[in-house]
T-cell receptor, first 111, second 115 residues
Framework: DQQVKQNSPSLSVQEGRISILNCDYTNSMFDYFLWYKKYPAEGPTFLISISSIKDKNEDGRFTVFLNKSAKHLSLHIVPSQPGDSAVYFCAASGAGNQFYFGTGTSLTVIP | EAQVTQNPRYLITVTGKKLTVTCSQNMNHEYMSWYRQDPGLGLRQIYY?????VTDKGDVPEGYKVSRKEKRNFPLILESPSPNQTSLYFC?????WGEGTQGYTFGSGTRLTVV
């Protein structure tokens, strides 16, 4: 049973515009969330994280929002750049020593 | 350079022929894990290890074995590979969990094809 879901397999955005990637989770025990970015032929790399005690975390062009009541988080990229084209995975962890990953969203930023 | 190294990067094998994918990390991380990535299914955990000689099943352990005899190495063993194990495999490691961490550091992946 998929505990972390990314319902949009792909997303296309014009360069300079905002990219919004969404992620939903089912386990209310999750208290730490991360976003990873993956280029072809490479492993995923850490992008940004957020703890459940916060509702927003910002790092440059990347902002992650957490809505605990809705069990939903989103990643905003502003402005989007062609180099942001990649697959993005959200991940969640709780009391156990495991990370649960979503299915990924492939972002294409069109120049 | 801090990294997780997997070998081989690409492997084509035949059904039933035992194989091992090696994984090594140079960051002195306690936790290591193996994931497989399949279209539409994302990253699914196969096995993980919290320290030397401590391993446990993830979500999709059937058909795989692991061992953790040394802290830095965590090989993935397919005793009798089958075509449904054709996938992209990632090894990953992390020092700890929770707030403030960056989660796993991943290797570059092993593309396995079983014919």
């Amino acid at each position: 049973d998929q505990q972390v879901k990314q319902n949009s397999p792909s997303l296309s955005v014009q360069e300079g515009r905002i990219s919004i990637l969404n992620c939903d989770y089912t386990n209310s025990m999750f208290d730490y969330f991360l976003w990873y970015k993956k280029y072809p032929a490479e492993g995923p790399t850490f992008l940004i994280s957020i703890s459940s005690i916060k509702d927003k975390n910002e790092d440059g062009r990347f902002t992650v929002f957490l809505n605990k009541s809705a069990k939903h988080l989103s990643l905003h990229i502003v402005p989007s750049q062609p180099g942001d084209s990649a697959v993005y995975f959200c991940a969640a962890s709780g009391a156990g020593n495991q990370f649960y990953f979503g299915t990924g969203t492939s972002l294409t930023v069109i120049p | 350079e801090a990294q997780v190294t997997q070998n081989p990067r690409y492997l084509i094998t035949v059904t039933g022929k035992k194989l091992t994918v090696t994984c090594s990390q140079n960051m002195n991380h306690e936790y290591m894990s193996w994931y497989r990535q399949d279209p539409g299914l994302g990253l699914r955990q196969i096995y993980y290890s919290m320290n030397v000689e401590v391993t446990d099943k993830g979500d999709v352990p059937e058909g795989y074995k692991v061992s953790r005899k040394e802290k830095r190495n965590f090989p993935l063993i397919l005793e009798s590979p089958s075509p449904n194990q054709t996938s992209l495999y990632f090894c990953a490691s992390t020092r700890t969990w929770g707030e403030g961490t960056q989660g796993y550091t991943f290797g570059s992946g092993t593309r396995l094809t079983v014919v």
